[in-house]
């Protein structure tokens, strides 16, 4: 047990270090300056009377995949009080909006960071009597500040990559302490079940994925018609959630299809917002004109001339889902893993992919038993593969409706978390 031991000794000495980083994190627009204490475990919020259930999700895919949850846990319950906490500040945009629409109850705090004064701080002054950690983000004093305390601990829509698998085997002794702190693991599917039990957990179950029980992906009606009517007709399709190397391919796959489609239009989306001037200046070198680059963080729409769209904001992936009916999924033609192509599919979008999709592989390997994506192998490929579903509407019809109904079949995963949540969900503090 010597690596935890490690963990706990380097984290407790690396208080200095970590407000450094939270303050330079700060300054790039990736904390909340006004929030920075949260991340200490402070707040200045108090706790409510009664019963408080924890959630954390640790950004944006797995705060979208548990707010429909809470909502129905608020509408089976009104006495209950729910804290959700997230690690990123798209995350906090995500749920201040859930807040503002239909969950006013819904306490907000950002995660403090793995240190074990800050944990217990947290801890002291929520008191949580229950706490559901969505998917795998496992931080070790925290868990085990959360045992010591008696607070029982759920894994909801649990997963484990390969990459991450490959990780806690070779520290294999620290992942069954930690593991055996869980009073209940709900796998998303057999693959992470048989891993975790592999590591030592004992009380899995596979529930679904909760990313797959969701409602789609939302788009503000306004920015929807303004972006539609500025397509005019054009041929469009995206690349949604790139990696770094990726933008630099699909310029190319765009001038390779761009010959047959001279009014193509390329939309990308990546992963990170905050590389947009990099993704910028890497296309403008490689356009032979200005106008041929548009940028959304300006304020700018497609217009005539615009061949490459950079939709380099946060927080509007469901507008361009809902704009472009062909969609190639990111971080799966460098070896990333890929992104979770769910959003898309529910949104009845033609999916496209490349090789590395590790990250989600049951997921695309369901999809491909639906016939609901097609995988293609390098920047040829996906250049031929988008030409035929442009050329031929009724396999790009075909395919979205595969991938949708891929969807529909995985309906249920909800009910039956929030079913298991209720034996949890009893007493409460005062």
Same mark, same amino acid.
């Given at each position: 047990?010597?690596?935890?031991?490690?963990?706990?000794?380097?984290?407790?000495?690396?208080?200095?270090?970590?407000?450094?980083?939270?303050?330079?994190?700060?300054?790039?627009?990736?904390?909340?300056?006004?929030?920075?204490?949260?991340?200490?475990?402070?707040?200045?919020?108090?706790?409510?009377?009664?019963?408080?259930?924890?959630?954390?999700?640790?950004?944006?895919?797995?705060?979208?995949?548990?707010?429909?949850?809470?909502?129905?846990?608020?509408?089976?319950?009104?006495?209950?009080?729910?804290?959700?906490?997230?690690?990123?500040?798209?995350?906090?945009?995500?749920?201040?909006?859930?807040?503002?629409?239909?969950?006013?109850?819904?306490?907000?705090?950002?995660?403090?960071?793995?240190?074990?004064?800050?944990?217990?701080?947290?801890?002291?002054?929520?008191?949580?009597?229950?706490?559901?950690?969505?998917?795998?983000?496992?931080?070790?004093?925290?868990?085990?500040?959360?045992?010591?305390?008696?607070?029982?601990?759920?894994?909801?829509?649990?997963?484990?990559?390969?990459?991450?698998?490959?990780?806690?085997?070779?520290?294999?002794?620290?992942?069954?302490?930690?593991?055996?702190?869980?009073?209940?693991?709900?796998?998303?599917?057999?693959?992470?079940?048989?891993?975790?039990?592999?590591?030592?957990?004992?009380?899995?179950?596979?529930?679904?994925?909760?990313?797959?029980?969701?409602?789609?992906?939302?788009?503000?009606?306004?920015?929807?018609?303004?972006?539609?009517?500025?397509?005019?007709?054009?041929?469009?399709?995206?690349?949604?959630?790139?990696?770094?190397?990726?933008?630099?391919?699909?310029?190319?796959?765009?001038?390779?299809?761009?010959?047959?489609?001279?009014?193509?239009?390329?939309?990308?989306?990546?992963?990170?917002?905050?590389?947009?001037?990099?993704?910028?200046?890497?296309?403008?070198?490689? @356009?032979?004109?200005?106008?041929?680059?548009?940028?959304? &963080?300006? #304020?700018? $729409?497609?217009?005539?001339? +615009? %061949? *490459?769209?950079?939709?380099?904001?946060?927080?509007?992936?469901?507008?361009?889902?809902?704009?472009?009916?062909?969609?190639?999924?990111?971080?799966?033609?460098?070896?990333?893993?890929?992104?979770?192509?769910?959003?898309?599919?529910?949104?009845?979008?033609?999916?496209?992919?490349?090789?590395?999709?590790?990250?989600?592989?049951?997921?695309?390997?369901?999809?491909?038993?639906?016939?609901?994506?097609?995988?293609?192998?390098?920047?040829?490929?996906?250049?031929?593969?988008?030409?035929?579903? @442009?050329?031929?509407?009724?396999?790009?019809?075909?395919? &979205?409706? #595969?991938? $949708?109904?891929?969807?529909? +079949? %995985? *309906?249920?995963?909800?009910?039956?978390?929030?079913?298991?949540?209720?034996?949890?969900?009893?007493?409460?503090?005062?």
């Amino acid at each position: 047990m010597w690596a935890l031991r490690l963990y706990q000794l380097i984290s407790l000495i690396a208080g200095p270090f970590l407000l450094l980083s939270l303050a330079a994190r700060a300054r790039r627009g990736r904390e909340n300056p006004a929030r920075l204490a949260e991340r200490r475990g402070l707040t200045r919020a108090k706790r409510p009377k009664g019963q408080l259930i924890w959630f954390h999700a640790a950004s944006v895919g797995e705060t979208n995949s548990i707010l429909p949850l809470i909502a129905d846990m608020f509408a089976a319950n009104d006495d209950i009080n729910i804290l959700l906490t997230t690690g990123t500040v798209t995350s906090a945009e995500r749920v201040a909006a859930a807040q503002n629409s239909h969950m006013p109850k819904l306490i907000h705090q950002f995660v403090p960071l793995d240190r074990r004064p800050w944990a217990e701080r947290f801890l002291d002054h929520w008191r949580p009597d229950m706490a559901g950690w969505i998917e795998s983000e496992i931080w070790p004093n925290m868990v085990l500040a959360c045992a010591q305390r008696n607070i029982p601990l759920v894994m909801i829509n649990g997963r484990l990559s390969d990459k991450s698998f490959a990780r806690w085997q070779k520290i294999a002794p620290v992942a069954r302490k930690l593991l055996s702190c869980f009073s209940l693991i709900m796998a998303q599917d057999q693959t992470t079940a048989k891993r975790l039990r592999a590591l030592g957990a004992e009380a899995v179950e596979v529930f679904g994925n909760l990313k797959l029980d969701t409602p789609p992906l939302a788009a503000d009606e306004a920015a929807l018609s303004a972006l539609t009517q500025a397509f005019a007709g054009r041929p469009v399709w995206l690349a949604a959630s790139t990696h770094d190397g990726e933008e630099a391919i699909m310029l190319d796959v765009h001038k390779r299809v761009q010959t047959d489609f001279p009014d193509l239009l390329t939309i990308i989306v990546p992963r990170h917002a905050n590389r947009g001037d990099v993704i910028a200046a890497q296309l403008a070198r490689r @356009l032979p004109d200005a106008s041929h680059l548009a940028r959304r &963080s300006h #304020q700018h $729409l497609p217009r005539p001339q +615009t %061949q *490459i769209y950079l939709a380099d904001t946060m927080g509007e992936l469901g507008l361009f889902y809902h704009a472009a009916n062909i969609v190639f999924i990111g971080g799966t033609l460098v070896p990333h893993g890929g992104q979770n192509p769910i959003e898309a599919a529910a949104l009845g979008c033609a999916i496209l992919h490349g090789p590395h999709i590790h990250n989600f592989t049951e997921i695309f390997a369901s999809l491909h038993h639906m016939q609901g994506a097609l995988k293609i192998k390098d920047s040829a490929a996906l250049s031929s593969q988008l030409y035929e579903l @442009l050329q031929e509407p009724r396999q790009q019809k075909a395919l &979205s409706q #595969q991938a $949708l109904a891929f969807v529909k +079949t %995985q *309906i249920g995963a909800r009910r039956q978390v929030l079913e298991a949540l209720q034996p949890y969900c009893g007493g409460g503090h005062g």
